[in-house]
T-cell receptor, first 113, second 114 residues
Framework: NAGVTQTPKFRVLKTGQSMTLLCAQDMNHEYMYWYRQDPGMGLRLIHYSVGEGTTAKGEVPDGYNVSRLKKQNFLLGLESAAPSQTSVYFC????????????FGPGTRLLVL | QKEVEQDPGPLSVPEGAIVSLNCTYSNSAFQYFMWYRQYSRKGPELLMYTYSSGNKEDGRFTAQVDKSSKYISLFIRDSQPSDSATYLCAMSRNYGGSQGNLIFGKGTKLSVKP
């Protein structure tokens, strides 16, 4: 099993460009999450999904959109990237609730110039 | 005041030392407490999980929760260079729903010197 994978690993964007980050999990988990991790800020939840076809806002959702069309995939979109979105993005999944073990992907490093 | 406070360190100890990592929190509704370990340029992985108050031990690791003081700790005995990582505390309120989402501390960077 690959666990949680993220694509791409690293990306440089110019301000105003758009992109989609892909997260895939092969553990048949119901819950999936997108976090961002910034120095001095810790991990903050952007959006999450409690099942296929459902999404919900987390702590810092502005500037991001998500979709969960298939159970195993969770996409994070940036429609118009801003330098403030420079960060490391982690996807995670859990079998059910957030308190259960969350399995994290390796992260995507995004630099917005 | 942030909901969860964690000293970012860095903390440097010699091999074999006992390490104490701590978090304080302000919301008395938190019931679920976790410690995640994150190696450099990797995703976090769950290390310890505790519900409500008390102690939990797993090998060289002990997690302690003191709800009356709103204080949680992670102790590492006989620390090894392989324990060098960033340790993140995380906690949540209800089991499910939006209040079930985890609130993370900023993480403490630990370095164990041989």
């Amino acid at each position: 099993n690959a666990g949680v994978t993220q694509t791409p690993k690293f990306r440089v964007l110019k301000t105003g460009q758009s992109m989609t980050l892909l997260c895939a999990q092969d553990m048949n988990h119901e819950y999936m999450y997108w976090y961002r991790q910034d120095p001095g800020m810790g991990l903050r939840l952007i959006h999450y999904s409690v099942g296929e076809g459902t999404t919900a806002k987390g702590e810092v959702p502005d500037g991001y959109n998500v979709s969960r069309l298939k159970k195993q995939n969770f996409l994070l979109g940036l429609e118009s990237a801003a330098p403030s979105q420079t960060s490391v993005y982690f996807c995670a999944s859990s079998y059910a609730r957030a308190q259960e073990t969350q399995y994290f992907g390796p992260g995507t490093r995004l630099l917005v110039l | 005041q942030k909901e969860v406070e964690q000293d970012p360190g860095p903390l440097s100890v010699p091999e074999g030392a006992i390490v104490s990592l701590n978090c304080t929190y302000s919301n008395s509704a938190f019931q679920y407490f976790m410690w995640y370990r994150q190696y450099s340029r990797k995703g976090p992985e769950l290390l310890m999980y505790t519900y409500s108050s008390g102690n939990k031990e797993d090998g060289r690791f002990t997690a302690q929760v003191d709800k009356s003081s709103k204080y949680i700790s992670l102790f590492i005995r006989d620390s090894q260079p392989s324990d060098s990582a960033t340790y993140l505390c995380a906690m949540s309120r209800n089991y499910g729903g939006s209040q079930g989402n985890l609130i993370f501390g900023k993480g403490t960077k630990l370095s164990v010197k041989p």
